[in-house]
């Protein structure tokens, strides 16, 4: 598994009570870009549509030598899953609070470009807040076991 891009800033805004792994239909400029690590989903979100589900502005940059085959860099790519999937994520989305948001974005072992998703509920920031106190605290604890 060769990792593209992570969206590290999810784990932060979110919390991710589900993880989904999906494909995702590209153009052959997009793959080769994606080969050379370029590419963003932190913008990024996912949402099912007219019973498809579509990944919405990732940015992958477009192709120099490309020409006229070139592809527009934050175009809606369709994401490869299941009915039975789709239909619970559409489902899962239509509550209050949920979104599905990209959390990485990577080459699996046959060399298909696959992401994973997260069904995400919203951190208020008091959360947010509470969470990177517990991490400074637990960096804290870790610098003082390692001294003794």
């Known amino acids: 598994m060769k990792s593209i ?10 919390y991710i009570e ?41 940015y992958i940059p477009s192709l120099k030598h490309a020409s006229y085959l070139n592809h527009n860099e934050k175009r809606d790519r369709r994401l490869l899953l299941h009915r039975n999937q789709i239909e619970r994520l559409d489902a899962a989305t239509r509550q209050k609070g949920y979104t599905l948001i990209p959390l990485e974005i990577y080459f699996d072992d046959n060399n298909r470009v696959k992401i994973e998703l997260g069904l995400a509920k919203g951190k ?10 517990q991490k400074d605290a637990k960096k804290e604890a870790q610098k003082a076991m390692k001294r003794y």
Do not use: F
């Not at 891009?5 to 979110?14: E, L, P, Q």
């Not at 590419?39 to 589900?53: L, N």
């Open 18 to 58: 589900e993880k989904i792994e999906a494909g995702v239909s590209l153009k052959g400029s997009e793959v080769k870009v994606l080969r050379d690590g370029h590419g963003s989903i932190v913008e990024g979100y996912a949402m099912v549509r007219d019973g498809q589900a579509w990944l919405v502005n990732a």
């Open 5 to 14: 891009s992570k969206n590290r800033k999810a784990w932060h805004d979110y």
């Open 124 to 133: 208020a920031n008091h959360d947010k807040r509470d969470a990177e106190k």
